[in-house]
């Protein structure tokens, strides 16, 4: 009468408890799936989140992690394109541009980025200012202030350059054509620590790709749909984010590490290889 072989009807019966089983082990797999998307504050994708299983010892397919994701409605968060803020000076003389958009290096501390971005704070703004080393993508140095002055922008090179331990002589620094940029106390600074300078053209966001790259992470990640009144707050959360993007965020171009485990990577080899 249902049209099912004898067979067949059996054969279910057989395999109820590994079906069973495999349906408690998915729902355990999605348990960990959005425990992971929550304590990255629902910005991991299916990449990042496979990533974040490996590294906890579950072997388990990518593919699966992007169905199980998709089907329980689990997303990471996406961003629209904002409009770009930099205002140059035609009056200062440009740097050369010594990256060409081939944002790679061979070690760390040879190719630095930096941008300025912003975040509106009831009804006065705030400015934050960052410094990336090219090769491990850790933001070295940054500056948060109520102002776009170039102190702005030199607070963040000094941050880097003690951070690095001021061996920084011939590090290639990356930015946009912005005023700040091109003042003068920014290049004397620069020229005090033996950083060149490298510039972009105007208008070219591709020109600073990863600097405008990891804005729009920061802003989806952490600034969408938010909205804070205290510039004292708006701060704390700021540095919580990127101290949360240095050693937690696992980072598609560093094969899924964070930039903290990538130089650690770094250093352990170097000394094994010294030791040797």
């Not at 941050?159 to 003068?184: C, E, I, K, L, P």
């Not at 909205?227 to 704390?236: G, I, P, V, Y």
Request: proline share 2%.
């Amino acid at each position: 009468m249902l049209g099912v072989s004898r067979s067949g009807y059996y054969r279910h019966l057989a395999t109820a408890q590994a079906r069973a089983e495999r349906q408690a082990e998915e729902e355990r797999t999605v348990s960990e799936i959005r425990a992971i998307h929550a304590e990255h504050h629902g910005t991991y994708g299916a990449p990042r989140v496979h990533a974040e299983l490996r590294a906890r010892g579950r072997s388990i397919n990518r593919k699966r992690v992007t169905r199980l994701m998709r089907i329980n409605h689990i997303v990471g968060r996406h961003l629209r394109r904002k409009k770009r803020t930099t205002i140059a000076d035609h009056a200062a003389p440009p740097a050369p541009d010594l990256v060409m958009r081939y944002f790679t290096a061979d070690t760390l501390n040879t190719r630095w980025c930096g941008d300025i971005t912003y975040r509106a704070v009831g009804t006065t703004w705030l400015y934050l200012a960052t410094v990336i080393d090219i090769y491990s993508r850790k933001v070295v140095g940054w500056s948060i202030a109520d102002h776009m002055r170039t102190s702005l922008v030199t607070d963040a090179i000094e941050m880097a350059v003690a951070a690095r331990g001021s061996r920084v002589h011939g590090v290639v620094f990356h930015t946009d054509r912005g005023a700040q940029y091109s003042a003068a106390a920014f290049a004397e600074v620069c020229r005090r620590h033996g950083i060149r300078r490298s510039m972009g053209r105007v208008g070219s966001s591709y020109d600073n790709a990863l600097a405008e790259s990891f804005f729009q992470g920061l802003k989806r990640e952490l600034l969408h749909g938010r909205r804070w009144t205290s510039k004292a707050q708006t701060r704390l959360e700021l540095f919580r984010w990127l101290s949360y993007y240095n050693r937690r965020r696992r980072h598609s171009a560093l094969g899924y590490l964070t930039p903290a485990e990538f130089e650690q990577q770094l250093i352990t080899s170097h000394t094994l290889s010294l030791v040797a």
